[in-house]
């Protein structure tokens, strides 16, 4: 029986999506226009061969018309195409639970204002049934400014940091040493509870260590108190069809656990990479391994270092490979996004573009799939391999890619 892997690296678009208009992307392109950038800067042009041999490139091509001078082009082996979301908002949730057959389409409630960003009658509430007099923050902030902004500031008053972003998301920023990963947790679960009328997405625990501004640095205990999807997704279907759904990095806490058999952690590219290959090599028949790649977005999307963002697409490319020769003959694994994250972007929120769709199998050849009208291709696809009832969006495109099940 087949086993399907699945790699996000998160934060990677290829080209402003149909209605980026409405978002004010015209014109982003995470990939095309960090290698453009990063060969300005260095005279040299990016190295990614394995992606590129799936083409990525031509993706990109497809998606935006971009000119590639500064990429190095290999023979194709894998089926690509770029994909458009449908969901309302270009943020992590509605991007995960649209590929797999769920997209968001309702308003997510949000925090507009930039500053004083939540409501009085909000922050009173959490203060009375968390215990603490007040909040630091309460604003539109990048997550690693407001912790060397205000981390000093915590530490003294014990007042955890309260931010959020364009995204439909209420972050808490924390010491793991003078506030406690514990106290971190329960006080997000609290807010988590009451943020239910107001249709926030996600509530994020941010922790950190550090005894001053210059040394402040976000640890790898993160967690994500996410809301349920609106409707069942295709990893749901698949648990109780008795397959394994396996979550590497933050997968489980997008889905708030639903359809997960297994969770591992870990922190950083090639620490997820190790997790995700382990469970590729030892995952039982009629398995999901589903992985997101969070650094590409959290420590070069966000943080507009589009350098350090082409440095690490390097380094995982040069590692593709070790999933060809762990993959068993019936295998197929892909590629994809969630949303874009164009690191040379103004500002520092998620960028509404298409993203790539790659797959791979051993028996592959050259495929163009095209445009996608909707992540939920993808999810339609899954189904279709595991011979699960359809899901009510998406279009299969498991025969174009000659997969023998």
Known sequence: MSRVIILVIDGFGIGHAPDADKFGDVTANSFANMASYYFKETNQKINIPNLTSLGLVKSCVEASNAEFPFVPVNVYKGAFACASEISTGKDTPS?????????????????????????????????????????????????????????????????????????????????????????????????????????????IARPFVGETPVDFVRTGNRR????????????????????????????????????????TKATGIDALVDATLEHVKTAPDNSLIFTNLVNFDQDYGHRRDPIGYVNALQSFDARIPEFYQAMQPDDILFLTSDHGCDPTWPGNDHTREYVPVLAYHHEIASINLGKRQTFADLGQ???????????????????ELKFKR
């Open 381 to 399: 696809t899954i189904a279709d391999i595991f011979d699960l009832q359809p899901m009510d969006y998406g279009t299969s495109f498991l025969k």
């Open 95 to 203: 991007g995960h639970w649209e590929m797999t057959g769920v997209p968001v389409l309702f308003d997510w409630g949000y925090f507009l204002e930039r500053k004083n960003s939540f409501p009085e009658s909000l922050i009173a509430k959490i203060n009375e049934v968390t215990g603490f007099k007040g909040i630091l923050g309460n604003c539109h902030a990048s997550g690693t400014d407001i912790i060397a902004n205000l981390g000093e500031q915590h530490i003294k008053t014990g007042l955890p940091i309260c931010y959020t972003s364009a995204d439909s998301v209420f972050q808490v920023a924390a010491h793991e040493e003078h506030f406690g990963l514990d106290n971190l947790y329960q006080y997000c679960e609290t807010v988590r509870e009451l943020l239910g009328d107001l249709n926030i997405g996600r509530v």
């Open 224 to 263: 994500d108190y996410s809301v349920l999807p609106p409707a069942t997704t295709v990893l749901e279907k698949l648990k109780k069809a008795e397959g394994t759904v396996i979550s590497v990095g933050k997968i489980a806490d997008i889905f708030a656990h639903q359809g997960i058999s297994v969770k």
